[in-house]
């Protein structure tokens, strides 16, 4: 009887074990289903002079704003407002990309994974 025990113990040890769920944080996308590298041709298609309401159609919703009272380090001339893309806190790197939207809520600069992007006009 105490081997019975000692394998039923065993056996429920690891169906524990194996019906336990990933503990891997849940991962932050752009829409569905979207690849980095289907990101990256999304922020390359962004133009200076675009909307907040433009990009976001494009990129989709960002995952950190930043704004000038917010913001520690430097702030670009001009600019209104930042948005970040793949950042895990408030005022975290852009892993993915960042959008610089002038006083006018209109693009002004975008900035890549390693680079700034040279957005066309």
């Known amino acids: 009887m105490d081997r019975y025990a000692s394998v039923l113990l065993v056996a429920c040890f690891l169906a524990a074990g194996c019906s336990k769920e ?3 944080p849940p991962r ?22 675009m909307t907040t309401a433009e990009v976001e159609l494009a990129l ?4 950190d704003i930043g ?3 917010d913001h520690a ?3 670009t001339l001009g600019t209104s407002v930042t948005w970040g893309y793949g950042v ?9 990309g960042a959008v610089y939207f002038d006083e006018a809520g209109k693009v002004q600069y ?8 040279e ?3």
């Open 67 to 69: 704004t000038p009272p």
């Open 73 to 75: 380090g430097t702030w």
């Open 60 to 63: 989709g919703r960002p995952e």
């Open 119 to 121: 957005p066309r006009e």
């Open 22 to 24: 990933s503990e891997e």
């Open 88 to 96: 895990e806190a408030h005022r975290g790197p852009a892993t993915k």
């Open 28 to 49: 932050r996308s752009v829409g569905p289903q979207v690849t980095t590298i289907d990101f990256e041709t999304r922020l390359r298609s962004i133009r200076v002079g």
């Open 110 to 117: 975008v900035f890549g994974h390693l680079e700034r992007i």
